[in-house]
C-alpha cells in the first residue's frame, strides 16, 4: 500500500502532537519513591513561557521533605532560603529546627536561559516522609518575558489531570520491599557530615 507524502507529513504531525503532552508541565524523572528514602527530584523543564527563554526556576521544598541540597548548574546562580520548621526532626542526635524551603537557580546571563525549543533538568536530594502519600512540589517558572506558577494542586483525593498549571506530584509508597534510591545518607544543612 502506497502513502502519499501528504498523508505521511499528517501521521508525522500527530505523532508528535501526542508527544507533545509529557513535555507539557514541568514534572519529575523519577516519579514514585519509597517513604524514608533518600531521593533525587530531578525537575524536567520542556519549555518556556509562550515561546520565551526560561531565566529562572524557583523550587518551594514540602513539609516532610528534608535536608534539600540543589545540584550547582554551570551558568545559573544558586540560592537556597532557609526557614523555621513547624515539626523539628532529628538528624545524628542533633534536633533540626530549620531547614531548606526554598531552591532557586537563575541563568546568569541571557546566553545561559534556556531557549524555549530546548530541554533541560534541575536537580536537588533529599529524605522523603517516612509516611506514603503525595508530595508536592510547587515551582515558580520565571522566563524573560513573564512566568509560569505551576502550584495548582487537585481536591483531596482528586488527580491534577485537567489542571492548567498544576504543582510538581511525586508520589511516596510505602517502604515494604521498596529499596533506597541511594545509599548514600542525607544530611541537612550545617549538620555534621562524613
Not at 25 to 43: D, N, Q, R
Not at 85 to 98: M, N, R, T
Request: charged share 15%.
Amino acid at each position: 500500500m502506497k502513502f502519499s507524502f501528504a498523508t505521511k507529513k499528517l501521521a508525522a504531525g500527530a505523532i508528535c502532537m501526542l508527544a507533545v503532552p509529557a513535555f507539557s508541565h514541568i514534572v519529575l524523572e523519577t516519579k514514585t519513591a519509597p517513604a524514608g528514602s533518600a531521593y533525587k527530584a530531578v525537575f524536567q523543564v520542556g519549555h518556556g513561557c509562550q515561546g520565551s527563554a526560561t531565566t529562572g526556576i524557583s523550587v518551594q521544598i514540602p513539609t516532610g521533605f528534608q535536608g534539600a541540597k540543589p545540584y550547582p548548574k554551570a551558568g545559573w546562580a544558586l540560592v537556597t532560603k532557609l526557614g523555621k520548621l513547624v515539626k523539628p526532626y532529628d538528624i545524628h542526635g542533633k534536633q533540626i529546627s530549620e531547614d531548606v524551603t526554598v531552591v532557586s537557580w537563575t541563568a546568569s546571563s541571557k546566553d545561559a536561559a534556556l531557549q524555549d525549543a530546548h530541554f533541560d533538568e534541575f536537580t536537588l536530594r533529599g529524605k522523603l516522609p517516612e509516611a506514603a502519600g503525595p508530595l508536592w512540589f510547587k515551582v515558580l517558572q520565571s522566563c524573560e518575558s513573564g512566568n509560569l506558577d505551576w502550584s495548582e494542586l487537585p481536591a483531596a483525593g482528586a488527580s491534577s489531570k485537567g489542571l492548567e498549571f498544576p504543582a510538581v506530584l511525586l508520589e511516596v509508597t510505602g517502604q515494604e520491599g521498596a529499596a533506597s534510591m541511594d545509599s548514600a545518607p542525607v544530611h541537612a544543612p550545617g549538620a555534621h557530615q562524613h
